[in-house]
Structures are given as structure tokens and as C-alpha cells.
């Protein structure tokens, strides 16, 4: 059973336009999200992270907001550039277990000159 | 520069072959975690390693073993008992902070496995 989830395998923006990936979760005991960017045939390289004592964490064009009642949790890319385009995954770590992630199946982003 | 290696970055082999996968990392972090992604899915987590000597499975550790002798070595044998060998396997290592969320994992360019 997926804990994590990506229910939107692509996405397509123009640039300049704002993206937004989403993610559900089912645990209500995850209390750590990060959301990880993956060019093809490379490693995923983190992006942003957010506590569970948040409902938001920005960094410069990266946001990640956080709605614990819905089990729910987004990126949004402002604007969004060419260069974006990537595979995003969306993580939440096991509690009691530093490191310890389970993935979602990411969302391919493409973002459109 | 630090960073983690892996290598070799492509590798064939034939059914019924063992095959080890190299993971070194010049961080000193404290972890190192092997995961495997498979097309349209995301990464599933094989085994892990908090310290020198000791690993955890995790969930998809059938078929694989791995050791941990050295703090900065994580190598994975792919044994002939995994029923479906062929993947993208990436290897990871982060910093354990006592109680703090540290969860950024650092990923290595990844080998893939094709089993003929």
C-alpha cells in the first residue's frame, strides 16, 4: 500500500507560470516531508523540507506547504524556468528513523519556453 | 571534491550472476542507504547503515546483502536469488543529528543494472 503519493505522473508549464506538486500521504505519524529533484540518468539531489510544526517553508522560487488535517503537501515553483524540467519526488521519513524515506512515484515537470 | 561514487555506472550480466555495486563516500556521514528505482515508480529503500558494522533491512531486501566494514564503503550484492535484478540502484548517505530531522539523504549518479 503507497504511503506516499503522486497521483499526477506529469506536469506542464509555460515559463514564467507558477507549478505546483502535489503529494498525499497516508501516516499521520510522518512528521519530516522532502521534496527531491531528479534529472534523468543522475541521482535525485534535495530541494526543500518542511517540519511538521510548519505549514510552510520558502526557498527563493521553492515553496512547500503543509495541511497535516488533509494529509496533504505541495510544491510550488515561482516562476517556473526551463531549466526546472525534472522528474520531483516527494518523500516523507519514517519516524524514529533519520534517513529512513519512503518515496512517491515522482511527477515528471516540463516546463515550456 | 565530496560527494559519493558509484560505480561502475552501467553493468551487464548474465542470469544467475552475482554482481556487486561499489558506494564510497568521502563525507563522513554517518549513514549510507541503498535504494532501487524501477520505471514509473519511485525509489524503494534495499538496505541500510547507521554505523560501521551494522544494517538494517529495508524494503525490498530479498535477493540483495550488503556489508558495511568501513564507514565511508557500502557496497550491494545483487544475488542470483533476486528475481528481477534489472533496475536503476542508487546508493545515499546523510548526517545522523541526534534528535533533529536531517532526512536530506545525498545521492550518488547511480549504476544500472541490465541482467541478460
Known amino acids: 500500500d503507497q504511503q506516499v503519493k503522486q497521483n499526477s505522473p506529469s506536469l506542464s508549464v509555460q515559463e514564467g507560470r507558477i507549478s505546483i506538486l502535489n503529494c498525499d500521504y497516508t501516516?499521520?505519524?510522518?512528521?519530516?516531508f522532502l521534496w527531491y529533484k531528479k534529472y534523468p540518468a543522475e541521482g535525485p539531489t534535495f530541494l526543500i523540507s518542511i517540519s511538521s510544526i510548519k505549514d510552510k517553508n520558502e526557498d527563493g522560487r521553492f515553496t512547500v506547504f503543509l495541511n497535516k488535517s488533509a494529509k496533504h503537501l505541495s510544491l510550488h515553483i515561482v516562476p517556473s524556468q526551463p531549466g526546472d524540467s525534472a522528474v520531483y519526488f516527494c518523500a516523507a521519513e519514517r519516524g524514529g528513523s533519520q534517513g529512513n524515506l519512503i518515496f512517491g512515484k515522482g511527477t515528471k515537470l516540463s516546463v515550456k519556453p | 571534491d565530496g560527494g559519493i561514487t558509484q560505480s561502475p555506472k552501467y553493468l551487464f550480466r548474465k542470469e544467475g550472476q552475482n554482481v556487486t555495486l561499489s558506494c564510497e563516500q568521502n563525507?563522513?556521514?554517518?549513514?549510507m542507504y541503498w535504494y532501487r528505482q524501477d520505471p514509473g515508480q519511485g525509489l524503494r529503500l534495499i538496505y541500510y547503515s547507521q554505523i560501521v558494522n551494522d544494517f538494517q533491512k529495508g524494503d525490498i531486501a530479498e535477493g540483495y546483502s550488503v556489508s558495511r566494514e568501513k564507514k565511508e564503503s557500502f557496497p550491494l550484492t545483487v544475488t542470483s536469488a533476486q528475481k528481477n535484478p534489472t533496475a536503476f540502484y542508487l546508493c545515499?548517505?546523510?548526517?545522523?543529528?541526534?534528535?533533529?530531522?536531517?532526512?536530506?539523504?545525498?545521492f550518488g549518479e547511480g549504476s544500472r543494472l541490465t541482467v541478460l
Open positions: 545515499a548517505s546523510s548526517i545522523l543529528a541526534g534528535g533533529l530531522n536531517t532526512g536530506e539523504l545525498f
Open positions: 501516516n499521520s505519524m510522518f512528521d519530516y
Open positions: 563525507l563522513n556521514h554517518d549513514a
